[in-house]
């Protein structure tokens, strides 16, 4: 049994209908309650909910503050390698673009550490392009001999794994991992994905099991907005995200909402993603899994990150490249894709401090 068979019975399901005949009486009615349910959390993503945002915010703030206090986890991307062997139409690594790859040597990932070390930077996520060969379990176990010598907790963002190689790297004392699904249509999901081991939706979708049942402390996911109807794949991820939760409770559940960004290929996104859109989506989640975590990224623009900060976020990147060894050699090397802050750590420290919430630089620490 994994959450496939849960995406199984809702798939077909007519969520544009669904979705519009909901009332302003019914996002009243729901915003009334002390916990919701999977309906409710559906009433909340809905067109007419859009006329309840200011509710939604300060219920979504009271609940983060009880859950998290006003605290926000600072981290920091590190990309080891970008080669890939997917066709993936959104991204810049895809196999189908041309440019020079690049994996670090164990010397390179020990300057792109100190850089990373010298911000104040604890925590950071290990990210390459989908290939098993250049990004396999052995090296980036390997990394990790080095990497626990600067960072207090290390995850990763790589091509899915089985569950014997995610407990090799929970033994190396990386921690945390995060895969997005990206899009959870699955007749979407194999036109983008055109080439390559990552068309084997399954196996995706059951990524994040295999994580939990590894030991990863924490497991992050969330669907790339863009590639379909936003408010329908972020209550399948809300879904996806409360299964794990309620299966596998010693494990830290968290969510990402990632929009489609510039990148080396020419894919322009089928759904228009706005920033209301993207604000009604956080505040739904925060109401409806009130522990989950909620990460923004730079991909999102200096003023919007300003003004999610106190409706449920409790993680944000901050000086991030998407470059391999692009903290000490920028430039050098294709990015995944433009980001849009580009501010310092030193500098979102002190717009969180302004704003009356700690940075959190460690809250765990490698064994």
Known sequence: MSFYEEFEKIKAEPFTEIFSEVTPQDVEKVLMKGRISESDYLVLLSPAAEGFLEEMAQKAHQLTIKQFGKTMQLFLPLYLSDYCV??????????????????????EIEVEAKAIAEMGIEHIILLTGESRIHSSAEYLAESMSILKKYFSSVGI??????????????????????????????AIYREIHTKGPK????????????????????????????????????????????YLQKKYMETEIGVSFPRIRPNAGSFEPAFDVTDKNLVQAML??????????????????????????????????????????????????QSQFEISDERSVEEIRNLLRFKGYQPVMKDWQIL
């Open 157 to 186: 963002e790589v091509q899915p794994m089985d569950q014997a190689e995610y407990e090799t790297l929970v033994q190396s004392g990386i921690d945390s991992l995060t895969v997005y699904q990206e899009v959870y249509n699955e």
């Open 284 to 333: 739904a989640m925060r109401i409806f899994l009130p522990r989950t975590g909620i990460t923004i990224s730079t991909r999102e623009t200096e003023e919007l990150r300003n003004q999610l900060i106190p409706l449920g976020v409790t993680k944000m990147s901050a000086a991030s490249s998407t470059e391999v060894g692009g903290y000490t050699k920028p430039k050098e090397t």
């Open 199 to 242: 068309r084997d939706f399954r196996y995706r979708l059951d990524t994040p099991e295999r994580g939990c049942r590894a030991g990863m402390r924490s497991v992050n996911i969330g669907a790339l907005l863009g590639l379909d109807e936003w408010r329908k794949e972020c209550f399948i991820t809300g879904l996806h995200a409360e």
């Open 86 to 107: 997917n066709t993936c139409t959104y991204c810049s690594f895809s196999i189908d673009n041309v440019f020079p790859r690049k994996r670090l040597t164990m010397e």
